[in-house]
């Protein structure tokens, strides 16, 4: 035999999202089964009917022989060969039911399964799901609900169809005569040797090939979700190389599991055409010196043909189920990531926004926050400014509880943001960015998001009050149109206005922008701006500002650089201080560029985003190429 190909290295740098060990996965089987008795019970039963059916007509068979071979009527004959038919119609019959109960079973599970990974997915924190990669999550939700929706489907229940089937052949053939036993055991040893061999690496075999189709997933979302970047640094042959190597690894994972197949298939089918041989063979010399009648050699030998195949079925669902197994404890795996926020039931006694020592690390061991400490007074305006990279919009999202903090802790009215359910959390405080996705369904689906049970009229207020109401109401439905994915496309403006409005209806009374409207085009933004001023009157705003004047009409300004607040005051106090803000308003101010200012700093904004990026894609780079020296 060639020299076996090693099983697929994990990678070490990876942060996955977790995978269920394999006694939790038997658990949330056996609870599924339970859940789902009757169904199961029910499908059993028809398909052990349609075993006992079938297995009538090779019994009858023989003794038709056996009748012909001592004389019998033709009477007789047709009588035993209307029975075998009639079985033969009852057992097609039954299976059919039997097909159909499994069926409903199976989806059953399916179904349950898909809603808990769902419900599951959306609880996941998203630091986490940073992490991770969203490969990981996208290839989960595909690649393995597909592989445990076919196991689930059809596994499971040809699985057991086949037990049944083999267990109750198995009857039979004693009945016809225990002897007629002894060849089935001359298989049992190989096959199980093999099937164990097989069992011991596969599960882990089948694991890694998901890894390492997510790895794939992963580095091509990136590519494509950074094709601009990449395209502008120059960057391609590294991407290119990066692929390669994911196929590589991918290519080395898929290899080990036929390997394995390789192995337990012709072994397993060399068995099978052993014991209709023996029976043969058996059944003649016994026939001849008269242990056996013609009529059991048939039967048996039926039977031991018949049997055969609901034995490879079970080998070859074992095979499926191994991958489903897999799947299943990866979907289960995402229950495992604990919570990033656990509702305490206490409730804000105020708005005033405090953070107190805060660090942050996205990376264990890299922290880019180091003692933040920060209060923000009800009806404050507060703008953060500082340069590219110093953490502006870490603290941003912190601020508005999107991440927890590593150390210290960021609470309204005295009540920490992670011990806030996250529907109560939005109706206190909210980020507003440019990431704003436009759902599947319609104008109104997407507003009332954050309340469902809002009323027309307050979808339509809170349209007004971005100043979106005139162009929605010019569509063909109203606020019934069809957006996203397959109904009408929306301006990137039009986009962050509904986003607006549905803040407008979640009525936080804090709001942290980032970037709200640097990257629209000019129009637009003016636009914009005057909905954005609308949903701000009478809230407190924590700006993220890249342009002055935005830090000039705050109340307050807080520097940040390297991760900490080095300047705290208003406009004034800052610039009479001539420290750092002292610097930047007099290099902004000088320039004058009142006009082109928007553009510019909109520039500088893609600038810095492409090569955050390219830092980025350069450390999963190095990454990936120390785990390759490693390996
Ligand atoms: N998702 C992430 N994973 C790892 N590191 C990150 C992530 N997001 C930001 N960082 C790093 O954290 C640091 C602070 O980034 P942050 O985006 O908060 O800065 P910023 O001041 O808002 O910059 P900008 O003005 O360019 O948006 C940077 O070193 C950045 O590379």
Same mark, same amino acid.
């Given at each position: ?43 059993? /039963? ?54 159909? +109960? ?15 990974? *769902? ?25 393995? *609900? ?13 699985? #057991? ?52 189709? /997510? ?24 991407? *290119? ?10 290519? +080395? ?11 337990? =298939? ?15 063979? #058996? ?45 299943? /404890? ?21 708005? !005033? ?63 920490? #943001? ?10 206190? *405080? ?83 922008? !980032? ?20 949903? #701000? ?42 420290? +750092? ?6 290099? =902004?101010?000088?320039?004058?560029? +009142? ?37």
């Amino acid at each position: 035999m060639a020299a076996a190909p090693a099983p697929p290295p994990e990678n070490p740098a990876r942060q996955a999202l977790p995978v269920a060990a394999y006694p939790e996965v038997r658990r949330y089987a056996a609870h599924v089964a339970r859940n789902r008795g009757r169904d199961l019970g029910l499908t059993v /039963a028809l398909f052990a009917l349609a075993a006992v059916a079938g297995l009538f007509g090779p019994r009858l068979l023989g003794a038709l022989i056996d009748g012909v071979q001592h004389g019998t009527t033709a009477g007789h004959v047709d009588v035993v060969v209307g029975l075998i038919a009639l079985f033969l119609v009852l057992q097609t019959v039954l299976t059919r039911y039997a097909n159909l +109960a499994a069926g409903k079973f199976g989806e059953g599970v399916l179904a349950e399964l898909r809603e808990n990974f *769902v419900a599951r997915v959306l609880e996941l924190p998203l630091s986490v799901v940073e992490r991770a990669g969203s490969g990981d999550l996208l290839s989960r939700s595909s690649r393995d *609900v597909d592989a445990l929706s076919q196991a689930a489907r059809f596994g499971v229940p040809t699985t #057991l169809v086949a037990l049944v089937t083999t267990a109750l052949t198995l009857v039979a053939l004693a009945l016809v005569s225990p002897w007629a036993m002894l060849p089935l055991l001359v298989i049992v040893p190989p096959i199980w040797v093999v099937f164990r061999w097989y069992l011991k690496r596969a599960p882990a075999g089948y694991l890694a090939e998901s890894a390492r189709y /997510a790895d794939m997933t992963d580095g091509l979302t990136e590519t494509v979700d950074g094709a601009r970047t990449i395209e502008a640094l120059g960057l391609q042959q590294r991407r *290119v190389d990066r692929t390669d190597e994911d196929i590589r690894r991918q290519y +080395a994972a898929e290899r080990y599991t036929l390997y394995l197949r390789c192995v337990f =298939w012709p072994t397993a089918e060399s068995c099978y055409i052993v014991p209709v041989a023996l029976t043969l063979l #058996l059944g003649g010399l016994g026939y001849i010196h008269g242990w056996f009648s013609l009529g059991q050699v048939t039967a048996a030998t039926i039977y031991m043909q018949q049997i055969m195949g609901p034995i490879d079925e079970m080998l070859a669902w074992a095979d499926q189920l191994q991958v489903g197994g897999a799947s299943l /404890a990866r979907l289960l795996g995402v229950a495992g990531v604990p919570a990033d926020r656990e509702p305490s039931g206490a409730r804000p006694s105020g708005e !005033d926004l405090v953070a107190a020592d805060v660090r942050y690390s996205y990376i264990p061991g890299r922290e880019v926050l180091h003692g933040v400490d920060l209060s923000v007074r009800a009806g404050e305006r507060l703008a953060m400014v500082g340069p590219s990279g110093a953490g502006k919009s870490t603290l941003g999202r912190l601020l508005a509880g999107i991440h927890g903090p590593t150390e210290g802790s960021v609470a309204v009215g005295g009540v920490p #943001l992670v011990e806030l359910p996250l529907g109560e959390l939005r109706g206190q *405080v909210a980020l507003v960015n440019q990431e704003h996705h436009v759902f599947a369904g319609t104008v109104r689906d997407n507003v009332v998001l954050p309340r469902p049970e809002a009323s027309d009229a307050e979808v339509g207020a809170a349209l007004a009050a971005v100043d979106a109401l005139t162009w929605v109401e010019a569509l063909p439905e109203g606020l019934h149109t069809e957006i996203g994915a397959e109904g009408r496309t929306l301006s990137p403006a039009q986009a962050q206005q509904l986003a607006l409005a549905r803040l407008v209806l979640a009525d936080p009374h804090t709001l942290v922008l !980032d970037e709200a409207t640097s990257l629209i085009d000019p129009r637009a933004a003016r636009h914009l701006e005057r909905s954005l001023a609308a949903v #701000l009157e009478g809230r407190t705003v924590i700006a993220i500002a890249h342009r002055l004047h935005t830090a000039h009409d705050a109340d307050r300004v807080a520097v940040v650089e390297d991760g900490v607040i080095a300047e705290l005051g208003s406009h004034e106090e800052l610039v009479a201080a001539d420290g +750092a803000y002292a610097g930047l308003w007099e290099s =902004w101010h000088g320039r004058g560029a +009142a006009a082109g200012e928007r553009i510019e700093t909109a520039k500088q904004v893609e600038t810095a985003k492409q090569v955050e990026t390219a830092e980025r894609i350069e450390t999963a780079e190095r990454v990936q190429r120390v785990d390759t020296v490693e390996r």
